[in-house]
C-alpha cells in the first residue's frame, strides 16, 4: 500500500504547502454544498482519483493495525457516519499524519502521535 500512495502523492516536498491542499488534490476534504434553505456536505468530485482510493484503502487497512486508528473509526460510527464517511474522516487524519512525517522526513512513530492526540485533546477540553 505505501509504494502505491508514494506513487499517487509524488516526491516533491515544496508542491504542497499544507496538508489540506493534499486533501482537497485527493477528493478526502468534504466539500459544503447550499442552496436556498438547504444545506448539505459532498465528496469532492474534482480529484486524482487514484489517490483518493490509495488514501481510503490506506486508512480502511490501518484500522487492523494502530488501536488509535480503530477506536477513531468506532468512535465515528458511533456518531451515526457510514462506513464511508469513517473511512473519509480516518483519511483525513492519515493525511495530516503523513503529511508531518514526509516534510520532518521522520518514520512514524505511534507515540509522538499519541501524545500529540492527547496535548490537543487538554486544549480542546
Known amino acids: 500500500m505505501a509504494p502505491r500512495l508514494l ?5 516533491n516536498r515544496q508542491r504542497y504547502a499544507m496538508p489540506s491542499c493534499i486533501a482537497a488534490l ?31 484503502q490506506f486508512a480502511w487497512q490501518s484500522t487492523n493495525q494502530e488501536p488509535w486508528v480503530k477506536t477513531y473509526y468506532e468512535r465515528k460510527r458511533r456518531e451515526g ?4 464517511m ?12 503523513i503529511f508531518a512525517m514526509w ?9 509522538t502521535f499519541e501524545t500529540a492526540q492527547r ?7
Open 103 to 111: 516534510h520532518k522526513r521522520e518514520a512514524y512513530q505511534c507515540d
Open 81 to 84: 457516519k457510514s462506513r464511508s
Open 26 to 56: 485527493a477528493g478526502t476534504s468534504p466539500v459544503p454544498f447550499e442552496s436556498g434553505n438547504y444545506a448539505t456536505v459532498h465528496h469532492r468530485f474534482a480529484c486524482v482519483k487514484p489517490l483518493r482510493n490509495a488514501l481510503h
Open 86 to 97: 469513517a473511512v473519509q474522516a480516518l483519511a483525513n487524519v492519515w493525511v495530516r499524519v
Open 7 to 11: 506513487a499517487e502523492w509524488g516526491d
Open 119 to 125: 496535548q490537543h485533546a487538554r486544549r480542546v477540553a
